[in-house]
């Protein structure tokens, strides 16, 4: 795998091409680090779930430059949908949808909706639209992660997680730490309201603003197959603790006014909630580098993003 950390617009241009060709190419976004493909190509969307080690009726999001794109993949789209994607797109949502034809069975995991998103990241941006550029019409990209494990937000995570496994014509692009640090907000927009599959850092109340359309968010439905709907996801080696301090050489994780219990391992001292969203995946990946067999997490209290780091901590502490 070719590794990129700064990317000049010829990288983008080999890699837009080595994606058109089959490829995989892992790139950053703002949420976090994605393992993209060409979502036409049966096969190399196949790669990915190899790549992966992922279960094939997972279904897979689909990424575009622009809303231009969205109706290449979506049909029958609702005025509220159109609202949340005027609003905010490029941003850190996902939109379910009703498939078009284009929409193939290799890329929903057999289901009649797509999920579409437009990152807003400069890397993504670049390469989805030199993607399109040379005839590409969309580009899946589920994290870069092998199944189960927690987002890479970082290059080097990536590399850490899925070098092993990825061909010598892959690529790997680097852009910074995903700022953002958690997975999207997946938005079903099929039904008369809009229903959270996956809370992120577009809130309920966002949503409910921008569409003026009562919002719920959806646990554990057995019908539709998104990330939260596997009780233990997000996973670091060691053991997640929830809201309870750590003995000595245990991981803790805290916000900043929360003082290490004596002996226990700092892994991060967020001094707010979006901070805390940023580097928890990191947090929770350096404890396994040390080594640790515990990780204590003071959960941030509240809604909004505070809910979505809830959401991912719960599925980490699952065992
Ligand atoms: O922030 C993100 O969304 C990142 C970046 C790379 O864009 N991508 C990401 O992909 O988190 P992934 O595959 O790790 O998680 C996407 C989740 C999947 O678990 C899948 O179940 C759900 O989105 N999903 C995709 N299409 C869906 C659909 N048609 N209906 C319901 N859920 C869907
Ligand atoms: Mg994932």
Known sequence: ?????????????????ALKDGYLVAFP??????????????????????????????PLIVHVSSTHQINKWGINIPEFAMKLATKFWPGPMTLVLERSELAKNFVTGNQHTVGLRIPDHPVATALLKEFEKIGGLGVVAPSANRFGAVSPT?????IEELGGNLFVSDMALGGGRSVIG???????????SPIVLRPGFISIEMIE???????NLIINDSEIRSSGQFSSHYSPLATVMLDQLPGAGEGFLAMANIETPSGAIRLGSPSSIAEFASIMYTALRQADRLGLEKIHVIQPLGSGLALA????LKKAAFS
């Open 1 to 17: 795998m070719e590794i990129i950390s700064n990317c000049t617009q010829a990288d983008i241009k080999k890699a837009a091409k």
């Open 29 to 58: 976004t703002e949420t976090v680090y994605g393992l993209g493909a060409d979502a036409t190509n049966e096969q190399a969307v196949g790669r990915i779930y190899s790549a992966k080690g992922r279960p094939s009726d997972h």
């Open 154 to 158: 970082l290059l080097d995570e990536v």
């Open 182 to 192: 958690i997975e999207s907000t997946i938005i079903d927009c099929t039904r008369k």
């Open 209 to 215: 603003e921008v569409t003026g359309v009562q919002s």
């Open 309 to 312: 780091i809830r959401d991912r």
